[in-house]
Nanobody, 121 residues
Framework: QVQLVESGGGVVQAGGSLRLSCAASGRTFSTYAMGWFRQAPGKERTFVAAITRSGGNTVYAGSVKGRFTISRDNAKNTLYLQMNSLKPEDTAVYYC??????????????WGQGTQGTVSS
C-alpha cells in the first residue's frame, strides 16, 4: 500500500502560480502510476494530469494543457504539479492519486486527503 499527503495549496491571484507536492510513503513509489485530480465546489472530481512510473510520459486535461506541468522525483517519493497562469476556474481541492496499473483513473485505489487551491480574480 501507499499513503499520499498533498501540500502546497493556498490563495493566489489570477495569473499567479502554485506548486503542489504529494509525498508518498513506502519504498515502492516508482512502481505506481501517479496523477492529479481536482474537485471544484458543487462539481464532480475531474482529471487534471497523469504521469507514468518512470516519468517518461505525461498527459493533461485540455483545460490545463500548456499551463500546468506534472513531474515526479522517484528518489524523493514525491509527485509535483506546477500550476502557472492560474485562473479563477482553477479553484478546487486538488488530490493526488496512485495506481499499480499503467495510468491513474477516477477509480484508482490510493488517494490523498486533498489540498485547497484558490485563485482570486
Amino acid at each position: 500500500q501507499v499513503q499520499l499527503v498533498e501540500s502546497g495549496g493556498g490563495v493566489v491571484q489570477a495569473g499567479g502560480s502554485l506548486r503542489l507536492s504529494c509525498a508518498a510513503s513506502g519504498r515502492t513509489f516508482s512502481t505506481y502510476a501517479m496523477g492529479w485530480f481536482r474537485q471544484a465546489p458543487g462539481k464532480e472530481r475531474t482529471f487534471v494530469a497523469a504521469i507514468t512510473r518512470s516519468g517518461g510520459n505525461t498527459v493533461y486535461a485540455g483545460s490545463v494543457k500548456g499551463r500546468f506541468t506534472i513531474s515526479r522525483d522517484n528518489a524523493k517519493n514525491t509527485l509535483y504539479l506546477q500550476m502557472n497562469s492560474l485562473k479563477p476556474e482553477d479553484t478546487a481541492v486538488y488530490y493526488c492519486a496512485a495506481d499499480r496499473g499503467l495510468v491513474v483513473t477516477s477509480r484508482s485505489d490510493y488517494w490523498g486527503q486533498g489540498t485547497q487551491g484558490t485563485v482570486s480574480s
